[in-house]
């Protein structure tokens, strides 16, 4: 079996479902059938797809039969995407409202990638797996309610700060005044603490990440030495939950401790990292650390992702604007594979950011009113004897008129309905105009110095 992407339009549903009592011969009849026992959950699917897009760890099998795209399994999340795209397939008008209604609060993918199976027979055996319990240990393990317990307990804003306070006191072991703050704050202020770095702003500015039981730093952990000094002595002092209940209120924090904030020129090329398992690895049984290493080692750096499944991976501008920046780094999160979409509109949102930003910091008049004079504005004064190669892409897809991916693609991305990007395109063009987000930032540093 193999994966494609393929359009939702283009998949039809399986008429010999075993979830039907009986064969359907429409489309609008197997899902007429799915909707009979229970519209209640496939309602709640298609509100989770809108708000999350489609479960990533459990691909669409698809037959491809004749002119027809077959869904052999995942044929609820197809019958989802299909309703939030044309609420007219719902049997009732109340559904079709309901539909309508959930597909206007969020984000509906068009397409799916899929596996495509050769026959009934070769999908069987997984099909089999997936929906006939755990088959002694062969099919799907459900975890114990305590396993779960423990999964969803990891995930809490609490438990996140906790897990920030063992980092901060592995961080500073020898910071008194810190630790001690640190320790008022998890014994009586813990969920004030959680409120504040369960905000995605927060986290930014202070450039700190969770992964499992990691928190990843942005920064040296020199670097935030004063804002955590100042963060915990507010939050076992001063700092109530009614100052910062609010977006707002945390925002107006932040700028008041502006001064304390690590600078965004200081930001790492990869982020440091603590573990609690790794620490505990090399702790003795009273929970010190043990001396078994170079205490002027490097910290470990956390694996870089594979380049071209997600927007400009790679890529950090440490002089832009807080909002430039910010904008970059949540296109980062976007998967192509996922979201193609969204990602091709951002390709061009963010290379048009970043090179109005470097225009109006550096007082550039010329060549201002199109995205091709702005982009080349760039281009020229980062590469102009046009030598550097991982320049040479950016100057191809944005300066020539022929060929299959010039600007003419970025902007129907934005502005053409009838546009479906590829993945690839939208890969070859995250990875062309890349280098050129980073040299426009060296531009921006220039300026400063």
């Known amino acids: 079996m193999k994966q494609a992407s393929m359009h939702v339009a283009s998949l039809t549903l399986d008429e010999t479902n075993p979830r039907h009592a009986h064969r359907t011969s429409s489309l609008e009849e197997s899902i007429a059938a799915l909707l009979e026992k229970g519209p209640e959950k496939l309602l709640k699917l298609a509100r989770d797809i809108s708000q999350h897009g489609v479960n990533p760890t459990e691909l669409t099998i698809v037959l491809v039969d004749g002119d027809h795209n077959v869904v052999l399994e995942g044929n609820r999340r197809v019958a989802a995407l299909k309703l939030l795209h044309d609420p007219k397939l719902a049997p009732t008008e109340k559904l079709r409202k309901q539909f309508a209604a959930i597909a206007r609060s969020g984000e509906v993918p068009r397409r799916l990638t899929c596996v495509v199976a050769e026959s009934r027979m070769q999908a069987e055996h997984w099909i089999k797996l997936k929906h006939t319990g755990e088959n002694g240990g062969v099919g799907v393990v459900k975890w114990s309610p305590g396993e779960a317990s423990r999964f969803s307990g990891r995930s809490t804003p609490t438990e996140k700060a906790r897990l920030f306070i063992d980092a901060t006191n592995a961080w500073f072991p020898d910071d008194l005044d810190l ?6 704050v998890r014994d009586g202020r813990i969920t004030n603490l959680g409120r504040m770095i369960a905000d995605p702003s927060v986290r930014n500015r202070l450039g700190i990440s969770f ?4 928190v990843l730093s ?3 952990t020199s670097k935030l030495r004063p804002i955590l000094g100042r963060l915990f002595r507010d939050l076992a002092g001063p700092v109530s939950v009614d100052q910062i209940k ?8 932040l700028q008041k401790v502006e001064d304390e904030l690590p600078k965004l020129a200081d930001r ?5 990292r603590y573990s609690k398992s790794a620490s505990n690895e090399g702790a003795d049984d009273t929970g010190s650390p043990t001396d078994n290493s170079d205490t002027d080692s490097k910290p470990t750096r956390r694996k870089r992702a594979d380049f071209e499944k997600r927007l400009f991976q790679g890529v950090k501008l440490r002089h832009a604007s807080l909002r430039t920046t910010e904008v970059l780094e949540e296109a980062q999160r976007i998967k192509i594979d996922e979201m193609p979409n969204v990602a091709a509109i951002m390709v061009r949102a963010v290379v048009d950011i970043v090179v109005t930003e470097v225009a109006e910091q550096l007082g550039w008049r010329r060549n201002q009113d199109k995205l091709k004079g702005r982009i080349g504005a760039v281009l020229h004064q980062v590469d102009p004897n046009k030598g550097e190669p991982l320049l040479a892409n950016a100057w191809r897809f944005s300066q020539e008129e022929d060929g299959a991916l010039v600007l003419k693609t970025l902007h129907s991305f934005v502005h053409s309905w009838q546009n479906n990007p590829l993945t690839s395109e939208v890969r070859k063009l995250s990875m062309a105009y890349g280098p050129l987000l980073s040299k426009a930032d060296e531009l921006l540093e220039k300026k400063k110095r």
């Open 268 to 272: 790492l090329e990869e982020p440091e």
């Open 246 to 253: 609010t977006k707002r209120q945390r925002e107006d924090y």
């Open 179 to 184: 630790r001690t703050n640190a320790q008022t």
């Open 211 to 214: 992964d499992g039981d990691v």
């Open 218 to 220: 942005s920064f040296a």
